[in-house]
């Protein structure tokens, strides 16, 4: 909300979810009237919609290594992560995205500085080299 306070041109889409967690932001979200927000519980193909954005954001408090990063990469999307296990290891070793302190301040941030252009020093996602790289440690694995 501070965001889209300072930038009530801004959307928000938020893309997946069940169960009460998905119910009480859904309720949050009519309760707010925030009509910037953007729910959708599900969709069989997000990238039109991701391609259609500035940026993405994984605000999660714990991930493993979501392709939804290499999805956004892939499309030339800023990635903005928070900094937990799992996406901040992919974005240290590779470079191609920002990692923000896991919490809303941290993604306020990151917000800001997609929308103030300060990304401008991420490395590009070599979706190839990364493929080749995971298929060779799999078949150093099963040899």
Do not use: W
Request: proline share 6%; aromatic share 10%; hydrophobic share 40%.
């Amino acid at each position: 909300a501070p965001f889209n306070k300072a930038h009530p041109e801004s959307y928000l889409f938020v893309v997946g979810g069940y169960g009460e967690a998905f119910e009480a932001l859904r309720t949050r979200i009519e309760e707010c009237g925030c009509g910037s927000i953007i729910l959708i519980k599900s969709i069989s193909n997000p990238y039109p919609i991701l391609n259609g954005c500035d940026a993405f954001i994984l605000s999660s408090r714990y991930e493993g290594l979501p392709m939804t990063i290499m999805e956004a990469l892939i499309l030339n999307k800023p990635v903005i992560s928070t900094d937990i296990p799992g996406p901040a290891e992919f974005l240290r070793e590779t470079g191609c995205g920002l990692l923000v302190e896991d919490s809303t301040e941290g993604v306020l941030d990151g917000l800001n500085a997609i929308y103030d252009g300060r990304l401008t020093e991420l490395s590009a996602f070599d979706a190839e080299g990364f493929n080749k790289q995971a298929m060779e440690e799999f078949y150093n694995l099963i040899k």
